[in-house]
């Protein structure tokens, strides 16, 4: 049972154009929802994230978007850079529970110079 | 500062064998986490302690795996038996509070049971 989704396993963007990450998800306990980027051979490492009490959070050139409605929420990124090549996971985790992460599956972006 | 060390880096091991993954933690941070991510799939929760205590194992999929931590330090995941379905990049993350956004994680170990 996949809490959450990313259902896209890839997305390719020109560089200077937005790239839009796009997540689902199932438990309406989640309250906490994090982005990671993971670059081959290593460890994910944190970007950005939005509390349920917000439905917008930006940080330089990376803004998370959070639809509770839609249980929804998305990362856009503008300009996307060749840098910004790597995996994203979509994170959440529930109500009470502040550090046990549920992970999507990821997205492969991939930014053409 | 040194980031969060993990070893081996690749494991590869007969249906059967015990297996150790060592995870060393960044200095100084309380809380370590233990991951997997299975081909294909996300990262799924196994396990964190805080300190040398382990207060949620609930997602160790099975009672052949278990961890230690010891002086609130380096932490090992032991899988004993192993299957192929344990075949899995596991990854340990630690955080210097119990709070998910602070989560650093290591490289991971790549582990394959033939």
Known sequence: DQQVKQNSPSLSVQEGRISILNCDYTNSMFDYFLWYKKYPAEGPTFLISISSIKDKNEDGRFTVFLNKSAKHLSLHIVPSQPGDSAVYFCAANPRGSNYKLTFGKGTLLTVNP | ?114
């Open chain 2, 1 to 114: 500062g040194a980031g969060v060390s993990q070893s081996p880096s690749n494991k590869v091991t007969e249906k059967g064998k015990d297996v150790e993954l060592r995870c060393d933690p960044i200095s100084g941070h309380t809380a370590l986490y233990w991951y997997r991510q299975s081909l294909g799939q996300g990262l799924e929760f196994l396990i964190y302690f805080q300190g040398n205590s382990a207060p949620d194992k609930s997602g160790l999929p099975s009672d052949r795996f278990s961890a230690e931590r010891t002086g609130g330090s380096v932490s090992t995941l032991t899988i004993q038996r192993t299957q192929q379905e344990d075949s899995a990049v596991y990854l340990c993350a630690s955080s210097p509070r119990l709070v998910s956004y602070e989560q650093y994680f290591g490289p991971g170990t790549r582990l394959t049971v033939t």
